[in-house]
């Protein structure tokens, strides 16, 4: 079975079509910040502002849907600023849009700081990376090769 061809633009890069849902149509497409940037700023689309206690988690919408490209994937992160500064992060960092996705992409958002943290609509919460995938074929083994690092696991290598 032949697999659908994926969309790139003359730079061979992906393109990801998106919807706006209408509690998103005043916002901007997620974007790119600098030149070299390897992430693009997402903005959370809100009908009330969210305010979460320290430990709380809330999903919070960005009312987007995209068509992934078959073969790509879209990793979802912190943004650093918000991490530093309150303690603002993604409880499953990074987190995976796979390209057969079609629902509205939800950031799982946790308050790590030590203060309430208002959500508004608008703000830039989260930053999307797309990336290639490689789908692996598992094959069962009886052994498998040898390692310096064998068994060594958590803090085997060092501390430092």
Do not use: W
Not at 85 to 98: E, L, Q, R
Request: hydrophobic share 35%.
């Amino acid at each position: 079975m032949d697999k659908p061809q994926t969309e790139t633009n003359a730079m061979e890069n992906p393109i990801i079509k998106c919807i706006q849902l209408p509690h998103a149509k005043d916002l901007p497409l997620p974007s790119y910040q600098t030149q070299e940037a390897a992430g693009m700023d997402v903005r959370v689309a809100l009908t009330k502002e969210i305010t979460l206690a320290p430990g709380e988690r809330a999903l919070v919408p960005t009312g987007l849907i995209m068509a992934i490209p078959q073969g790509y994937e879209v990793q979802i992160r912190p943004r650093s600023g918000l991490a530093i500064k309150h303690g603002i992060t993604m409880v499953n960092s990074p987190g995976t849009i796979d390209s057969d996705f079609r629902g509205e992409i939800h950031l799982i958002v946790i308050n790590h700081g030590q203060q309430a943290f208002t959500v508004k609509h608008g703000d830039r919460m989260a930053q999307m990376v797309v990336q290639k995938i490689h789908q692996a074929e598992i094959v069962q083994t009886s052994e498998v090769d040898q390692t310096q690092r064998g068994h060594g696991g958590f803090g085997s290598t060092g501390v430092e």
